[in-house]
């Protein structure tokens, strides 16, 4: 089937943490508490107990209450389309006038409704970018509601929330250029690509965060040039005249400047920061987080790889590997904070949403553009871990009893819980459990999100699920849902996930949009706005719902396949990246591979359409009584 070659090769992925977003908030709720499974659960009453009698040092509220099951859900369609005429749908209309409420609103989704919702996201992404190249560039982002361009906080270096971020470097404009190319307006990505080359240097007295630099721009840079220099042409004739590699020649140069981060250091963990012509601060702390320093060897390595020069990809994966190095020997997990020149861990938090997201991503992304096996297995280790260590719940998405699946904070030495709240960057996991093949538990983890975005209209920057309640009341405008909605929309083709893009789009409209562009949401209850418009908005929260609709992009049409970097940015899946110039420098400690795990190589068979049971294929893709149990455990009702 048509789709199989977007769900193998096309992966999403996300704008994975910011350091800054952990380093702020990550210390907090430092408890410890344990579960005792199974939950304590009456599937009739659906009288659910968070906590069994026998758990230790925690007293709150059961997740659920007693909630009514309806007799009757309706299958509806999935993977393979259903003819009027067909058997299946000649089953589906004799049970017409027995649907219950949520096959009633989510079992279908008209073409012209999709037609309208594609040209929503259109909308919604020009209006973003039209003001920004209005009152925003050549300065890196809008300031939405005053209309005005923002560039790094000069007069306060410690203000890192928007330093790390912000280098003096028209970050909006490079972030969005293949943003432009999806949408098909070829004409305005070839201007923005020679606004680039004309006026962006990297010769900055500018000090960034290595991680946000490399997957925002470098990211770019790369993608930007691999689409202006394909042959295939899936986009269209993209090919600007006189070019001559120059985005390549500026990915490399800001590559060089962000070497230094990998000096000095006792592990070869990088530094989290460096300054964009001096180097290294004197001041430079010694801590950085997983997510931060393991995530760069997809930019790194396609970087390396076009041109033949192993340096980038050397230290980028020296850097995971040191990482890897320094798992716990009980649980096989990582903390979220690391001391660079003593691999001590200062975070010992494990999770995987702030601090250590696309840490997991991207060993599995890495296999998928380079064939390593090792970054599989590493993979396929860290999955285990997580799964015998951060999952709670019952122990299948769709059948039997107890609270729906969720992936919990946990000390990474005992597997103990921390703390009861998690965070709007783990709405991405879904989207990688999909990629791995996890279908079943990617459902049950977006409804969860989903039914907290429908609760507030956004996604709080941190939700307690003890509390039911919010902890960290922001939300920037953040992908993560949208792109797990994509994918797995990708792999079922419910319609459920077309409704759930339509509420996300309308939610942003109602909620977000101000003069000049799309704001923040500085409290998700309230509404109330802080004046920023981040670039990952328009580089990736615009662009997954604009392909969510838009089935006949020549990137679900064209030959070739692709992933998305953890920014967005889309990277074919070639051949020439599995080839390498130069024998491997630095091979891998085997016992780092072996004493932990099995050496398990990846399955031969990576369609997602076929993990889905025939049986659930005419179905909503979470049964509505479990629906049901997921709303009320987030206050719906």
Known sequence: MQWRSVVVGLVVLRLSLSCVV?????????????????????????????????????????WSQRIHIPKYEEPRTSCPKIDEDSPQRSYLNFFNGNKDEYVKRYSTFPDSLKAEMKSM??????????????????????????????GPDVLNPSNININDVLGNYSLTL????????????????????????????FDKDSTVQVFEANIRILGSLISSHILLTDPKHPFGEVTLEGYDNELLHMAHDLAVRLL???????????????????????????????????????????LSR?????????VARRAVRALWSLRSNETGLLGNVVNIQTGQWVGKQSGVGAGMDSFYEYLLKSYILFGEKED??????????????????????????????????????????????????????????????????????????????????????????????????FYPLRPELVESTYLLYQATKNPFYLHVGMDI?????????????????????DKSKEDRMESFFLSETCKYLYLLFDEDNPLHKSENKYIFTTEGHIVPIDQRFREKQWEDLFPS?????????????????TSNCDRIPDSRRFSLPLKSVYMRQIDHMVGLF
């Open 22 to 62: 952990w380093l702020a908030f990550g210390l907090g709720h430092n408890v410890s508490w344990g579960f005792n499974f199974p939950l304590n659960f009456n599937l009739h009453t659906l009288d659910l107990k968070l906590f069994g009698d026998e758990t230790e040092g925690f007293t709150g509220n059961s």
């Open 121 to 150: 996201a259109k909308d919604m992404f020009y209006f973003g970018y039209d003001n920004y190249m209005r009152y925003g560039f050549p300065e890196d982002e809008l300031n939405p509601i005053k209309c005005q361009g923002r």
């Open 174 to 201: 490079i972030d969005t250029l293949d943003t432009l190319l999806v949408l098909g307006n070829i004409s305005e990505f070839q201007r923005a690509v020679k606004l680039v080359i004309d006026t962006v240097s």
């Open 260 to 302: 230094p981060a990998f000096e000095n250091t006792g592990t070869g963990i990088p530094y989290p920061r460096v300054n964009l012509k001096t180097g290294v601060p004197a001041d430079a702390i010694n801590e950085t987080c997983t997510a931060g320093a393991g995530s760069l060897l997809v930019e790194f390595g396609i």
């Open 306 to 314: 076009l041109l033949g020069d192993s340096t980038f990809e050397w």
């Open 376 to 473: 599989y297995r590493m993979f396929q280790a860290a999955y285990e871990s997580i799964q015998n260590h951060m999952r709670r719940g019952r122990e299948s998405c769709n059948e039997g009893e107890g609270d729906p699946p969720l992936y919990v904070n946990v000390n990474m030495f005992s597997g103990q819980i921390v703390n009861t709240w998690i965070d709007s960057l783990q709405a991405f996991f879904p989207g990688l459990q999909v990629l791995s093949g996890d279908v079943e538990n990617a459902i049950c983890l977006h409804a969860f999100y989903y039914a907290i975005w429908r609760r507030y209209g956004a996604l709080p920057e941190r939700y307690n699920w003890q509390l039911q309640a919010p902890d960290v009341l």
């Open 505 to 525: 789009l309308q939610s942003l409209e109602k909620n977000a949009k101000v003069r000049c562009g799309y704001a923040t949401l500085h409290h998700v209850v």
């Open 589 to 605: 400690e085997e016992g780092s591979l072996t004493e932990k795990q099995p050496k398990k190589d990846p399955p031969s068979n």
